[in-house]
């Protein structure tokens, strides 16, 4: 059957199961792959979605008796007492300075390794490195507080040893808080910055080497090519890790701001965050509504850290954007 433009058409009773028939063979099609992805949808499904029930309980005064359903409403008070109380100020920038300085530090870190690692030439060298460095992601805050412990016990530890060897005097790391920013900071990296490496070398694999050869024939040198042909090829990996890193910045990993300064109560100034607040709030005070207040505000202020993150990226060149 033709349209009056001369254009071929399907009979209007055909149509249905025309659509029908390409539905079925492109499920088909996918039906691996969604299987693939089932256990990751059911996982976010039962851990991620079904607990956002719980957020009733940041505007009731909970109580054991009652349950979440039967719990007093009360508004925003929970809300009130954290942002009134002495110690809001202090957490809320810890866990900001922290989280922008593990960002940006950790992006430079890993792109830095990154493009050495893309420099060797010995494939048996560099799965020696790659393994060396992606080891502590794979080890417990726990374990690496011990480490770290050992470095700086004020007594025997490493340092300790050599200042003493020195005739210094030993420095008590445990009492004193302007010593932990640095700390906190190099454990983080060493950390995470061997597995985030990996993430910048494949990108660094995809790109063409005719741009390489191209480039040396031109007479551009490593240093050139990294400006001109690498980092340019990066960026859209960089700006959506970034911009994914943006959204936990009002979030503090427990583990390493718990664990490496054994939450001594003479550190708080400098170690203490969000995340470790609200440990404290459950486990000293048991008050359930408050802690999932400042929880509820953790979520919300990362939310709109990424649409905001992600509009100035869209502003300036869209195909970088997360969405």
Known sequence: MRNTNGSTALPQGLLPAWRTGRQKRILWETLEIS????PGVLYFFIFHYLPMFGLTLAFKDYRYDQGILGSKWIGLKNFTFFFQSDQAWRVTRNTVAYSATFTILGIIAALTVALLLFEVVNRSCIKIYQTAMILPSFMSWVMVAFIFYIILNPTSGLIAQIRSFFGWEPINFYNVARYWPPILVSADLWKTVGMSSIIYYAG???????????????????????RSISIPHLVPLITILAILSIGNF???DFGLFYNLPRNIGMLYSTTDVIDTYIYRGLIQIGDIGMTAAIGFFQSVMGLLLVLLSNWIVRRINADNSLF
């Open 250 to 252: 009002f979030r503090g």
């Open 204 to 226: 660094l694999m995809g790109i063409d080497k005719e741009l390489y050869e191209a480039a040396e024939i031109d007479g551009a040198g490593k240093w050139r090519q990294v």
């Open 35 to 38: 299987i693939l992805a089932l």
